[in-house]
């Protein structure tokens, strides 16, 4: 008897494992167009920063939904643009990869870009042999008869595809995208332990609120000459000590960055420290300095330091 029910539950879990889902589900547009608005709605929690400028998400970034019978791996990606210089280059590569390991594709675009802007990724997309979504998003800009000029435009540039309106701000057709990424799943055991939440350390999620308040509290080319990089990182219960350095790549950008007696930096370091705390549930000790290296975004040694090595 006891044989039997263990051939029973060898059976029971077999099937179970058939009948699970799972799979990598790849976010690729261009800057600004909603996508890591979108991937922190489909994941459930926050694991992209989002702001109203372009160029915010640097690297690919994994989110990961579980449910019983499924796994979801999503990646936002950096927003696909002619590299100026090496960490732009570095940003393209994390987005062309999502296009080799997807195993559903979402392309995102909006109401407002054209889609000459990058013509030869859209190519390398037309090619692929994945279940491609195309998604509008930010419909609540537009009016019908230019969201079926946009929908006729998109169905010739890739005939695959299928289009699906959404407005990610507004969690409109949202749901819709999410079951049809659910019924295109393929059938495969889950990639990664079922209480996973993202591929990242704690400290990448440090550096990426870091540079969200940045983002958030200045203007002109002052966030895209700035990178974030966790020094310290010591964790006791209940309490987490972090020193971060920012870098810039001149003086004069330096004493932008700490402003009046130090006014400015302050203020992002409040701001970033709030957000953190709200993050790991925990009170944090925050220091963040900031530090002077010349044309950082072109050497291949500091982006190494800061993630930025992956090879094509």
């Excluded at 979801?72 to 643009?81: E, R, Y």
């Excluded at 972090?242 to 001149?250: F, G, H, P």
């Excluded at 700490?258 to 790991?280: M, P, Y």
Aim: net charge neutral; proline share 4%; with cysteine.
């Amino acid at each position: 008897m006891a044989f039997c029910r263990c051939v029973f539950i060898i059976y029971v879990n077999l099937f179970l494992n058939i009948m699970h889902k799972a799979g990598f589900v790849n976010i690729v547009g261009n800057p600004n167009v909603g996508k890591s608005t979108l991937v922190n709605l489909l994941v459930g929690e926050r694991i992209s920063i989002a702001t109203f400028k372009a160029q915010t998400t640097r690297h690919r970034i994994m989110g990961i939904l579980n449910t019983d019978d499924a796994q979801i791996v999503f990646s936002d990606t950096p927003g696909v643009l002619k590299p100026n210089y090496k960490l732009q280059e570095a940003m393209l590569r994390f987005s062309r990869s999502a296009l080799r390991d997807a195993d559903v594709l979402l392309y995102v675009t909006d109401v407002v870009e054209t889609p000459e802007k990058n013509s030869d990724f859209i190519e390398e997309v037309r090619k692929l042999d994945v279940p491609i979504l195309v998604l509008i998003n930010k419909i609540d800009l537009s009016n019908q008869a230019e969201l079926v000029k946009k929908v006729e435009l998109w169905h010739e540039l890739i005939p695959e595809a299928e289009i699906l309106p959404i407005s990610a701000t507004a969690k409109f057709n949202v749901d819709v995208v999410m079951k049809r990424v659910m019924e295109l799943l393929p059938e495969s055991p889950p990639y990664f332990e079922k209480d996973a939440l993202t591929d990242k350390p704690a400290r990448f999620f440090v550096t990426e609120i870091i540079r969200e308040k940045i983002l958030l509290h200045y203007d002109k080319e002052i966030p895209y000459v700035c990178e974030a990089v966790v020094e310290q990182f010591k964790e006791d219960e209940g309490k987490i000590y972090i020193k971060a350095l920012i870098y810039v790549e001149r003086d004069s950008q330096k004493g932008i960055i700490i402003g009046h007696e130090g006014s400015a930096l302050k203020r992002v370091a409040t701001d970033a420290r709030r957000e953190l705390e709200k993050f790991f549930g925990k009170r944090i000790f925050l220091e963040i300095y900031v530090r002077v290296d010349k044309d950082w975004r072109n050497s291949d040694r500091q982006l190494r330091r800061f993630g930025y090595d992956q090879k094509d």
